[in-house]
């Protein structure tokens, strides 16, 4: 399992690596988390700067792409050449995006029917047509939309499910959780998750 | 208000980067979150390799210094050159540390009677006579343990919440929650922060 996830200049540091740390948390051959970006060197919102580990072209060929979201998104999805570098196939590959990442999914033509995302994306995605529900993570098919930065736990735990099945992702889910608060956590994780494992796709709204 | 996120190989993603995107929220001139480092890059515990922002002399001019957890926490503590480094002075600092963090506390002679902490550290800390509790968060005066990945919410809340007050850090906290659940998470966040937030300071428990 190829986990690519998409980290570009001005990226959240939350989406990026609190998704990062969780699928690293699993430990079964061949499962494989990276950091995916299109330099060299990629720079946070919040100017911590930090080294790809994959070129942009890993994320064609992973099992699962996850974008989050960041203060460049909407120069990056107007970026013909970087768009242009994406070949992503939902029929065989788990792609999920966290906030102001549906909008990649929006240009890359799989934005599903039905999303969550954050206040600030909200009105932008809302405007394609696109049904927005005030949740933290919505399904449809293999394509999995997240909203609010600490959402990426959920998100990590859908992929980790989808994989693995929805014990292995809340035994990972437990690890993380605050101390004193590790059985309320995971089942509002189990609650939130488990309802979109297996959730028909749907025809994605082309842009 | 400089604040100083010290940042060591093996470093944990999710207690350095949450920490610094919930902090780096605050809009609030002078106020400044800095990834805090002896060398100029260091790698975490799931290979990202980052560049340090400040040296690791920032941290005892800092008003704020974070230490989280990692892999190598206790080759870090057992390496003098880099213990005889910091100068902390839990006075004028407010002095935070997440999991195995709390071993820094330990070894720089500030752990508190009272701590939080992760499974795998608690025995560790437990060997010392501090009194491990369940909980996310425990303050003692300006001293405050976190255990559980995800207390990092917590911990940066409960530094905004000392700096600036508890409203402005439950207004930050709100932002960054996941959608659907933001009213119950900054209800959780208040009843966790609230009472960590005018504790006496206790002597601490020197090695």
Redesign the interface.
């Known amino acids: 399992m190829k986990i690519a996830i998409v980290t570009l200049d001005g990226f959240?540091?939350?989406d990026s690596?609190?998704a990062?740390?969780?699928l690293?948390r699993v430990k079964v051959d061949g499962w494989s988390?990276q950091?995916t970006a299109p330099e060299k060197s990629v720079t946070s919102?919040?100017?911590?700067?930090?080294?790809a580990?994959q070129k942009l072209s890993f994320a064609n060929e992973a099992d699962v792409v996850l974008f989050g979201s960041g203060t460049h998104t909407r120069n990056h999805i107007d970026n013909a050449d970087l768009i242009a570098q994406f070949a992503l196939d939902p029929t065989r590959q788990l792609i999920g995006a966290q906030c102001s990442g549906a909008l990649f999914l929006h240009r890359l033509g799989f934005l599903p029917v039905t999303a969550?995302?954050?206040?600030k994306t909200r009105p932008l995605l809302a405007a394609t047509g696109c049904l927005i529900?005030?949740?933290?993570?919505i399904a449809q098919g293999n394509i999995v939309t997240?909203?609010?930065?600490?959402?990426s736990?959920?998100l990590a735990g859908w992929v980790i499910a989808r994989a693995l099945g929805l014990e292995h992702a809340l035994a990972i889910l437990e690890?993380?959780?605050?101390?004193?608060?590790?059985s309320s956590?995971v089942k509002?994780a189990a609650d939130i998750i488990k309802p979109q494992l297996n959730v028909p796709s749907q025809p994605a709204l082309y842009c």
């Open positions: 959240n540091e939350i690596f609190v990062l740390s969780i690293s988390v950091i919102m919040n100017g911590v700067e930090i080294k580990r969550a995302t954050d206040a529900e005030d949740k933290p993570l997240a909203g609010g930065c600490l959402s736990q959920y690890h993380v959780a605050p101390s004193g608060q590790k956590f509002t």
